[in-house]
């Protein structure tokens, strides 16, 4: 290899890792390495940022607008509702949901569907008894599966007709992949409905211990000095027998008293740990002599006026790696923390002091207009009601319900392309007034734009840099036995790894250049191998930060990392078989 294959490969694997260890978006990461492969001379100018002249990123963010005005609406809710059952079993709830939920990510981006139903199925589950974790990632799968069915259907799709299209290939068409793509989303479903009852274990999600549990929350407070607590005994203070609230802790001078005697005389300084009840623990900061250890948490905020929301932070967000106090929660977000689930788990420490994580769950107290306010922002992926009543059905929904059927029958029938027909779609809300153009602005997710549009600038590196070719020689020559079904089946694995722990979009990105030199290499149609590839790299059941719907469902359902697997290593077996015998048969590959 030359020097710049061998430059290229050393900046490819440093995005990938800086993608998994979640040093930086995926997106600043792929277009970093763009632009230092610019830099060193290895692509020029145009190759680095054809993304931005290709018509895919566009494509995404106007479909964005069509798919935002439509979930805004709220008009999904009352199609879901009526697929579900109160006295049906799981299995058969799952059997009636889950095909509406594809159906609508075949045509919609997934993550506005996954917004839309994991409030109202949570709401739900927690009326019924039932535990959310039964039904939120068997959602999530749908949408996946869903998603890969059309063209539109997911970002990764038309990404990958957009490196098609760079690469001088013709694009996909709007229902190519729907041959291959449908029987496998009908046989996944199938496979979801069969084992979901009995691989996921029943967890408590945060709507349930909140309403249904009436959950213990941990917070700190300071005595302040010179207040009516400084210098008195726990049980003078009235500390002893507050209503839903006990004090478990006191910390003085770096020392932790977990025995709290009644008898025990309080310090200015001293930091008193009480769990209780949500609702309960408001009062506390109502309590004379005592302050809030999350001063810049709760200082000024209105607790009378406030519900509580659940927050999914991102992978783009920018409060991963900070804590809350870094990241100035309260004044930024106008809404104060009172507990952060990670793993199926409530997190028994200092708040302001956790570093979040990619798929953190934060229980906000905030006024009512938070969600309308950050739903669309990039921060959290999710931010869901867990008090006050749920978001009412707009009439407006079924005008962006035929707007969205009208881009879609444009599209199909080949009388506008897709770009065009979404261009129509997002003026077309716009001018009906369904979304604003403020809402509309918002609902571009700008991250998977710009990933996209540097993932087809990296790619262009990967394969001008001689990288690709030699990587592929590596693929073809160590499969060689198994012909051109087994490189096939290798580029399948290694994408379906690779979007595990990246981006997608990413993984398709990389991925691509290397197929299209192997397809090049064995003299076969690279156009199987690149249906292969988008399919693969949505194919993400592993683990929660594989794609934006599990990380959506990770906190709201009371996942554990390993849950995952469960029913997810089963259904990538069945995605893996059924692409192995299926591409051959379509593409001839």
């Given at each position: 290899m030359g020097w710049e294959a061998w430059l290229t490969l050393v900046v490819v694997l440093l995005s990938i890792v800086a993608m998994a260890k979640d040093f930086v978006p995926p997106a600043a990461a792929v277009l970093g390495a763009t632009v230092i492969l610019l830099l060193t001379g290895v692509v020029t100018s145009d190759e680095a940022f054809a993304g931005f002249s290709n018509a895919a990123p566009l494509t995404i963010a106007v479909l964005y607008i069509v798919a935002g005005a439509v979930s805004r609406t709220g008009v999904l809710t009352p199609l879901i509702a009526r697929s579900l059952n109160a006295s049906a079993s799981d299995r058969r709830t799952l059997a009636t949901l889950l095909p509406p939920v594809a159906a609508a990510s075949s045509v919609?981006?997934?993550?506005?569907?996954?917004?839309?139903?994991?409030?109202?199925?949570?709401?739900w589950a927690a009326r019924r008894g039932k535990s959310p974790s039964r039904f939120l990632m068997p959602i999530s799968f749908a949408a996946i599966l869903g998603g890969t069915v059309t063209v539109i259907g997911t970002s990764t799709n038309l990404v990958v007709s957009g490196l098609m299209d760079a690469a001088g290939l013709e694009p996909i068409g709007f229902f190519e992949m729907t041959k291959l793509a449908l029987p496998i989303a009908a046989l996944g479903l199938l496979v979801v409905v069969l084992l979901a009852p009995?691989?996921?274990?029943?967890?408590?999600?945060?709507?349930?211990?909140?309403?249904?549990?009436?959950?213990?929350?941990?917070?700190?407070?300071?005595?302040?000095?010179?207040?009516?607590?400084?210098?008195?005994?726990?049980?003078?203070?009235g500390l002893r027998h507050l209503a839903g609230v006990f004090l478990v802790q006191v910390e003085r001078d770096g020392e932790v008293n977990s025995a709290v005697a009644p008898t025990m005389r309080l310090r200015a300084g001293d930091t008193l740990r009480f769990a209780g009840k949500a609702d309960d623990v408001i009062d506390l900061h109502s309590m004379p002599g005592l302050a809030s250890g999350e001063r810049d948490q709760f200082v000024g905020f209105n607790l009378a006026r406030s519900n509580f929301f659940e927050a999914v932070v991102g992978a783009s967000s920018n409060l991963v790696g900070s804590t809350l106090k870094e990241a100035k929660f309260r004044s930024r977000y106008s809404a104060a923390v009172v507990a952060i689930h990670r793993a199926g788990q409530r997190i028994d420490a200092k708040l302001g002091?956790?570093?979040?994580?990619?798929?953190?769950?934060?229980?906000?107290?905030a006024d009512p207009g938070f969600r309308d306010r950050w739903r669309d922002g990039h921060d959290f992926l999710l931010v869901s009601p867990l008090s006050g009543p749920l978001p009412v059905t707009d009439k407006r929904g079924w005008w962006a319900v035929g707007v969205l059927l009208g881009v879609v029958a444009l599209a199909a029938t080949g009388v506008m392309p897709i770009l065009n027909a979404g261009l129509l779609g997002a003026l077309a809300v716009m001018v009906l007034r369904i979304v604003t153009p403020g809402e509309a602005r918002r609902s571009i997710d700008l991250d998977v734009v710009l990933l996209i549009a540097g993932g087809i600038g990296l790619s262009s590196a990967i394969t001008s840099s001689g990288l690709a070719e030699e990587l592929a020689s590596l693929l073809v020559s160590g499969l060689d036995t198994f012909g051109s079904v087994g490189t096939l089946v290798g580029i399948v694995i290694a994408t379906v790894m690779l979007t595990e722990v990246i981006s997608n979009v990413a993984a398709a990105s990389i991925v691509f250049p290397i197929s299209v030199a192997a397809a090049a290499s064995l003299g076969s149609d690279p156009r199987g191998f690149a249906i292969a590839i988008a399919i693969a790299a949505s194919a993400s059941f592993l683990t929660p930060i594989?794609?934006?719907?599990?990380?959506?469902?990770?906190?709201?359902?009371?996942?554990?990392?390993?849950?995952?697997?469960?029913?997810?290593?089963?259904?990538?077996?069945?995605?893996?078989?059924?692409?192995?015998?299926?591409?051959?048969?379509?593409?001839?590959?």
């Open positions: 919609l981006n997934n993550t506005p569907i996954v917004a839309v139903l994991v409030p109202e199925m949570s709401a009995r691989v996921l274990p029943d967890r408590i999600g945060t709507r349930r211990e909140l309403t249904e549990f009436a959950r213990e929350f941990v917070i700190d407070m300071d005595v302040e000095q010179g207040g009516p607590l400084d210098g008195v005994t726990v049980e003078d203070g002091e956790v570093p979040l994580r990619v798929g953190d769950t934060l229980v906000v107290l594989g794609y934006q719907t599990n990380v959506m469902v990770y906190g709201p359902g009371g996942y554990r990392y390993g849950d995952y697997s469960r029913l997810g290593a089963p259904l990538t077996a069945v995605v893996l078989v059924a692409l192995t015998v299926g591409v051959p048969l379509f593409w001839g590959v």
